[in-house]
T-cell receptor, first 115, second 111 residues
């Protein structure tokens, strides 16, 4: 079983719609969760981090975390063609110590926003 | 924030040779990491680069194949040794500061 799982997609949504990206993880002790965006040929760029259950909003992006279900999601409202990219879910096992910074990534979801 | 640069940005190498990738950060950071992203795949952690001591390698990665140096808090190198076509990947340096940042990557093709 993979430690971090995402639907690889591709996920295609029309411009202006809500894109919903999902991620599950296997390590129940995981503490920190991240969403990265990666454009083709570029390195990952952090767009959201979330550490506690519930929702966290930043502009058009909302991250949702449910630790009981071991589930984290990213919603992109008013999707734009410029949002077309691969979205990587990343999990850090615990809050500090030797695991700090050691992220486990999902395989990524390819999102296409069409005009 | 941290600004990370890597050299080279890309290279094409022959089987059996070695390539050293450099990572420079614009500020002192305690935690530096090397990741690999194989074609069409996600990122996999190779090792943690420890300042002043040997790197800590993840399962499946060994020092003889991926020797790492970390002479100070702003610089690290990763060498890919005795390369084969399976080593063709993007190699990314990463630092954990207020958050985790990635360098622009080195795209390696092994013929």
């Amino acid at each position: 079983q993979k430690e971090v799982e995402q639907n690889s997609g591709p996920l295609s949504v029309p411009e202006g719609a809500i894109a919903s990206l999902n991620c599950t993880y296997s390590d129940r002790g995981s503490q920190s969760f991240f969403w990265y965006r990666q454009y083709s040929g570029k390195s990952p760029e952090l767009i959201m981090s979330i550490y506690s259950n519930g929702d966290k909003e930043d502009g058009r992006f909302t991250a949702q975390l449910n630790k009981a279900s071991q589930y984290v999601s990213l919603l992109i409202r008013d999707s734009q063609p410029s949002d077309s990219a691969t979205y990587l879910c990343a999990v850090r096992p615990n809050a500090g110590g030797t695991s700090y910074g050691k992220l486990t990534f999902g395989q990524g979801t390819i999102l296409t926003v069409h005009p | 924030s941290a600004v990370i640069s890597q050299k080279p940005s890309r290279d094409i190498c022959q089987r059996g040779t070695s390539l050293t990738i450099q990572c420079q950060v614009d500020s002192q950071v305690t935690m530096m990491f090397w990741y690999r992203q194989q074609p069409g795949q996600s990122l996999t952690l190779i090792a943690t680069a420890n300042q002043g001591s040997e790197a800590t390698y993840e399962s499946g990665f060994v020092i003889d194949k991926f020797p790492i140096s970390r002479p100070n808090l702003t610089f690290s190198t990763l060498t890919v040794s005795n390369m084969s076509p399976e080593d063709s990947s993007i190699y990314l340096c990463s630092v954990a500061a207020d958050t985790q940042y990635f360098g622009p990557g080195t795209r390696l093709t092994v013929l």
